[in-house]
């Protein structure tokens, strides 16, 4: 049996080896790559936001949320951005599989990766909506991300 501090000293060297590991991946320069991507999608709802946050009641700010995440949508459909948006967010699984069998540290991978969890989910939660109920239905899509997302936010 492992000494405490032994496991935890392994725990927190697994959690730094996978963050270290998939600033080297595809998903990471995916990510990269959408930053500069979707630019055009910021600037496009930008307006938008603005009505959305001065709405003064519930069924007009739902209809303008509403709106945004059909342009989002339809402007990763459109400039073909699927398949970066599709290999970001299925590259949490490590992750999850990491913290749900407890051999990486959650503290070292929340302080590594919740700003980034907390900005991909809130930026693509339409998207994974869309893939959920649209074509193949997958049900389970995004649910690392998710579920790192609500583990986080708590």
Known sequence: MALPRAENTSRV???????????????HRAYVDLATDMKPWWDAIEGLQHRIQAANDDATRDALIAERDASLVAFVET????????????SFDAFTRCLVATVCDEAIVERAISIDVKRI???FRPWVMHKRTDGDRDRSYGRDLEDLYFRFVG
């Not at 060297?13 to 998903?27: G, I, K, N, Q, S």
């Not at 400039?79 to 299925?90: E, F, Q």
């Open 121 to 123: 989910w809130r930026t």
């Open 79 to 90: 400039h073909a951005l699927a398949s970066k948006v599709d290999l970001l967010i299925g």
């Open 13 to 27: 060297a697994y959690a730094l080896d996978l963050v270290d590991r998939f600033e080297d991946t595809p998903a």
